[in-house]
């Protein structure tokens, strides 16, 4: 998920590709986004590479 969302996916197409709700797409970003202490997606991101997690 972490990867398609850094490719510059947008929500919608990431959560056609994984086969789940939008909502749910939403909730499972919140979660890394929340424990990594991120503002937004983008900082989200920049945190998981940080990280080597993408």
Not at 19 to 47: I, K, Y
Request: net charge positive; proline share 2%.
């Amino acid at each position: 998920m972490t990867r398609l969302l850094a490719a510059g996916m947008k929500g919608e197409a990431v959560a056609r590709h994984l086969g789940v709700s939008l909502r749910t797409l939403r909730r499972r970003v919140s979660e890394p986004q929340d424990r990594l202490g991120a503002a937004s997606r983008f900082q989200l991101g920049m945190r998981a590479a940080q990280r080597g997690w993408v």
